[in-house]
């Protein structure tokens, strides 16, 4: 079964609610660069929405085709023990949605490049 293709970009969350700006313009714009995609942020702990929630606001909205990327530098103990357990939840309360998990978008080379970049326009500075 495939759908149109929607995202959940998923972070960590804080008690300070300026944290989640940087994430916020994220998604802002992935929906400008797909705006056939349904998009949403959703957070582990502290903030809302959390990730059984925000698959249930994209299924409620017709999805069928679900992919959750882990917005975290790397594939730590959140990556690799509590998102498995919530998307399992989230398989268990939606069975006829496919739920895809990318790698940590820290991953990715083409991320860690556009970090490199930054770092070195930093340094460029001085």
Not at 36 to 53: I, K, Y
Request: glycine share 8%; with cysteine; hydrophobic share 45%.
């Amino acid at each position: 079964m495939h759908g149109k293709p929607d995202v959940v970009l998923f972070a960590h969350g804080s008690r300070d609610p300026r944290w989640a700006e940087p994430f916020e313009r994220l998604r802002d714009k992935l929906i400008a660069q797909r705006p056939d995609a349904g998009v949403r942020l959703a957070f582990l702990e502290l903030m809302t929405p959390n990730l059984a929630d925000a698959v249930a606001d994209l299924v409620s909205q017709g999805s069928n085709n679900i992919t959750v990327v882990p917005v975290f530098l790397g594939q730590g103990g959140h990556v690799r023990r509590d998102l498995p357990v919530l998307v399992d939840a989230c398989r268990a309360a939606h069975p006829g949605v496919e739920l895809q998990v990318s790698a940590a978008v820290g991953e990715d080379d083409t991320v860690l490049d556009a970090l490199a970049r930054y770092c070195a326009s930093e340094l460029d500075k001085r």
